[in-house]
């Protein structure tokens, strides 16, 4: 009777260990398989152009609000004026043209304070924050927008 009781320890001991081993060896085929998702995701792309423009026109008294989004030719900038300054809002987005052009000659910039381009932009920016979007997708929504301002124009 103590030789059965001692097999049947023996037993559970090589059972512990081996649950033990199998469960640890699980974990590692999983942070395999994420390092693998993180490798499959494209470089993000440079929006470090949209970003200056985003702080070198935040600083102009009459805009509230600025978004900006940038491939490698275009520039896209979405402005809200402040209320008592709507009323210069063609002159406003022709000075912060001229400006632009004169600080970025090689890209082409079109600057707008329409509200439905503004949330085209915040869509896009978020797309570009996620990393979702590869160049060819960003050139095409870039068109679909520049399409849509040239519509309301």
């Known amino acids: 009777m103590i030789s059965k009781i ?3 320890k023996v037993a559970l ?3 512990i260990v081996i649950g033990l081993c199998t469960g640890c060896n699980g974990n590692q085929y999983q942070d395999a398989n994420g390092d693998l998702n993180v490798s499959q995701v494209g470089k993000p792309i ?3 152009v949209a970003n200056q423009v985003t702080e070198n026109v935040s600083m102009e008294e ?3 609000d600025v978004l900006a989004v940038n491939s490698d030719k275009e520039l896209l900038v979405a402005i809200k004026v402040k209320q008592f300054d709507r009323f210069h809002l063609k002159k406003i987005e022709k000075n912060i043209k001229s400006d632009l052009k004169k600080q970025y000659p090689d890209y082409s910039i079109l600057v ?3 509200q439905k381009m503004y949330f085209e932009l915040v869509k896009l920016d978020e797309k570009l924050q996620k990393n ?3 160049m060819k997708n960003l050139e095409k929504d870039i068109k679909k927008i520049k399409s849509l301002m040239k519509e309301q124009s």
Request: a neutral charge; proline letters at 0%.
């Open 112 to 114: 707008s304070a329409d």
């Open 46 to 48: 440079s929006q470090s």
């Open 6 to 8: 001692k097999n049947v």
């Open 132 to 134: 979702t979007l590869k």
């Open 62 to 64: 009459e805009i509230s």
């Open 13 to 15: 001991l090589i059972l």
